[in-house]
């Protein structure tokens, strides 16, 4: 496969320059790197007190676009798939929640609970300093209990009653773990392709058109009681 280098933005003396992100030179999308403005943090605000490992981004190759413009993206470390979600001023406070809630991994349901695991952080430089990213298990799917709506009689009624059951068994669990899915709604629930198992994706905090009513959005979105509208 073909590699190159992307054109850095120039940024003040005051930033070290950064290290590029290798993308693929086939791919839809150009994981550029994410731009720092001014009275923007340049990196994740996170008390890192974990011993999972830290990448740099020029150990990260990019396969697939998964939302946006890349910044969530399937990617492949040392063979390995993951799902890596990129700090962008547009999506900072976003990313933070997400990594704050994936933290899943260290509650007595981690075996349990059916959402990404938190597996690694993705940092600027080689001296492992200053987070940029965080990296997820990726999910390995071909539907979602959205794409599923416009034929849910198809799917037979078994199958759809041990998916509604594991959502509500996987909410309560995160719930009494002090952790709130948020932007719950059927795009937000994966089918894994090996153990037909829902998974809880997208914990970044956020509502979507349709799932909250605007005028109470603000109650809802992120709190236990829209969670438990399912």
Request: with cysteine; glycine share 10%; hydrophobic share 40%.
């Given at each position: 496969m073909l590699f190159r280098r992307e054109?850095?933005?120039k940024f003040p003396k005051s930033y070290p320059d950064p290290d590029p992100i290798f993308t693929l030179l086939n791919a839809d999308v150009i994981q550029e790197y994410p731009l720092r403005l001014k009275y923007v943090p340049s990196y994740l605000t996170i008390n890192v007190i974990s011993n999972l490992p830290r990448y740099s981004a020029r150990e990260i190759i990019f396969t697939?676009?998964?939302?946006?413009?890349?910044?969530?993206?399937k990617v492949s470390i040392n063979g390995q798939d993951m799902c890596c979600k990129m700090l962008v001023p547009t999506h900072s406070k976003a990313v933070q929640r997400e990594y704050k809630c994936?933290?899943?991994?260290?509650?007595?349901?981690?075996?349990?609970?059916?959402?990404?695991?938190?597996?690694?952080?993705?940092?600027?430089?080689?001296?492992?300093?200053?987070?940029?990213?965080?990296?997820e298990e990726y999910i390995p799917h071909t539907m979602n209990l959205g794409g599923s709506q416009g034929d849910i009689k198809a799917v037979a009624n078994d199958r759809r009653r041990k998916w509604a059951a594991q959502i509500r068994r996987n909410?309560?669990?995160?719930?009494?773990?002090?952790?709130?899915?948020?932007?719950?709604?059927?795009?937000?629930?994966?089918?894994?392709?090996?153990?037909?198992?829902?998974?809880?994706?997208?914990?970044?905090g956020s509502w979507t058109d349709g799932w909250v009513d605007a005028?109470?959005?603000?109650?809802?979105?992120?709190?236990?009681?829209?969670d438990e509208g399912w």
């Open positions: 054109c850095i933005p697939k676009k998964l939302m946006g413009t890349g910044y969530i993206a994936l933290k899943i991994a260290e509650s007595k349901y981690a075996s349990s609970i059916k959402a990404p695991k938190l597996i690694g952080f993705v940092v600027d430089r080689s001296d492992n300093e200053g987070v940029i990213g965080i990296l909410i309560k669990l995160l719930h009494e773990i002090g952790v709130v899915w948020g932007d719950g709604k059927p795009e937000n629930v994966l089918i894994n392709n090996e153990t037909d198992d829902c998974c809880l994706v997208d914990f970044g005028q109470t959005e603000h109650q809802l979105s992120s709190s236990v009681d829209g």
